[in-house]
């Protein structure tokens, strides 16, 4: 069985400028979470989809992240403009419905200069 | 507030040696996940601890749930250098099925 895809795996942008992540969950899983995991931390969730409808978004920064998954699939988690402070690991989860086990990509490593 | 709290932070200990994690919360829950993350990889299930008195066990490492005490133990029985990662525990708040991750405890096991 495929896992999570996550792509790119790095990415370096200077501050201000727009980067986009994308996330492929694991076949028929329907639900799937960003988070960002800042080195030294344990992961904090930015939002997470019931298929194509977000569950819970309280802890996205609406004014410069978003996020979405049209057709209940893969997702996409945008950052405009980029801040220094957003350096982290990106980590997309999915699971077969809201109380089983995530099951984790390889994160995208975001450094912003 | 809602809290994870692991201790060690940091834990350094020769081969074959005995030790425990330990997973504090705050808030009840009857649901709580073990991980581990290699570094630089991403995050692997270890195991899923669904009710009070819950014990899991794969090869080295156990798993236990105390819901009343609201404590959660991984204990590592003659640590072998291959079981070096940080480990974390993740608390399932039952309102909203999302999880509460403690800060982590980088293992590293010398030879």
């Known amino acids: 069985e495929a896992g999570v895809a996550q792509s790119p795996r790095y990415k370096i942008i200077e501050k201000r400028q727009s980067v986009a992540f994308w996330c492929n969950p694991i076949s028929g899983h329907a639900t799937l979470y960003w988070y960002q995991q800042i080195l030294g931390q344990g992961p904090k969730l930015l939002i997470q989809f019931q298929n194509n409808g977000v569950v819970d978004d309280s802890q996205l920064p609406k004014d410069r992240f978003s996020a979405e998954r049209l057709k209940g699939v893969d997702s996409t988690l945008k950052i405009q403009p980029a801040k220094l402070e957003d350096s982290a690991v990106y980590l997309c989860?999915?699971?077969?419905?809201?109380?089983?086990?995530?099951?984790f990509g390889p994160g995208t490593r975001l450094l912003v200069l | 507030e809602l809290k994870v709290e692991q201790n060690p932070l940091f834990l350094s200990m020769q081969e074959g040696k005995n030790y425990t994690i330990y997973c504090n919360y705050s808030t009840t829950s009857d649901r709580l996940y073990w991980y581990r993350q290699d570094p630089g990889k991403s995050l692997e299930s270890l195991f899923v601890l669904l009710s009070n008195g819950a014990v899991k066990q794969e090869g080295r490492l156990m798993a236990s749930l105390d819901t009343k005490a609201r404590l959660s133990t991984l204990h590592i029985t003659a640590a072998v250098h291959d079981l070096s990662a940080t480990y974390f525990c993740a608390v399932d708040i039952r309102s909203n099925y999302q999880l509460i991750w403690g800060a982590g405890t980088k293992l590293i096991i010398k030879p």
């Open positions: 989860a999915s699971s077969l419905w809201t109380e089983e086990t995530q099951y």
